[in-house]
């Protein structure tokens, strides 16, 4: 089944300890995107990946890191996450570029204490 | 700058009244605009883009450069059609950074 997976699905961390959400498509897509939703701001982009080794930053890319060493995977790093980071974490994939169908994981939930 | 504007955090609608979701943009070159919706426990998914000019679920969207909108309207409301909806904008020719509105959840009456 063509899909967006993302792990972990739900964390709760402490503030300063470093985490990796992960993401991977099956679809072969060469753009991959991470956003947060957070209530009453909507989607808003943090990073984006037109192909292999080409990153790019989104809108609120601040304290957010990624990588794209594969076509298939495209992690967000927090390298000393705060509380203001706690929020509901998307990443998606489309074929060729964003103005193609971006296809959505299923989100990540993070709490930080 | 690039700007997405849902001016109604929440619409509410009867059944069969017509529906209209309003987006405003603002962007100094030439726009892609979309609509993505997301229902309850599904994923978040496109409805439409401008460029497409087709309707789905009985949506359509018709870009209006002269008032900046992308107003997504349904002559007749359905009750599965009670979800979030965001408008989205990318421009042509630039970087491949999208902006999302802030949204605006539907609800259908009964």
């Known amino acids: 089944e063509a899909q967006v997976t993302q792990n972990p699905r739900y964390l709760i961390t402490v503030t300063g300890k470093k985490l990796t959400v992960t993401c991977s498509q099956n679809?072969?897509?060469?753009?991959m995107s991470w956003y947060r939703q957070d209530p009453g701001l909507g989607l808003r982009q943090i990073y984006y990946s037109m192909n292999v080794e080409v990153t790019d930053k989104g809108d609120v890319p601040e304290g957010y890191k990624v990588s794209r060493k594969e076509k298939r995977n495209f992690p967000l790093i927090l390298e000393s996450p705060s509380p203001n980071q706690t929020s509901l974490y998307f990443c998606?994939?489309?074929?060729?570029?964003?103005?193609?169908?971006?296809?959505f994981g299923p989100g990540t939930r993070l709490t930080v204490l | 700058a690039q700007r997405v504007t849902q001016p109604e955090k929440l619409l509410s609608v009867f059944k069969g009244a017509p529906v209209e979701l309003k987006c405003n943009y603002s962007y100094s070159g030439s726009p892609e605009l979309f609509w993505y919706v997301q229902y309850s426990r599904q994923r978040l998914q496109l409805l439409l883009r401008h460029i497409s000019r087709e309707s789905i679920k009985g949506f359509t969207a018709d870009l209006n450069k002269g008032e900046t909108s992308f107003h997504l309207k349904k002559p007749f409301a359905q009750e599965e059609d009670s979800a979030m909806y965001y408008c989205?904008?990318?421009?042509?020719?630039?970087?491949?950074?999208?902006?999302f509105g802030k949204g605006t959840r539907l609800h259908i009456l009964p």
């Open positions: 679809m072969n897509h060469e753009y």
């Open positions: 998606a994939s489309s074929f060729g570029g964003v103005y193609n169908e971006q296809f």
């Open positions: 989205a904008l990318s421009g042509r020719g630039g970087d491949d950074k999208i902006i």
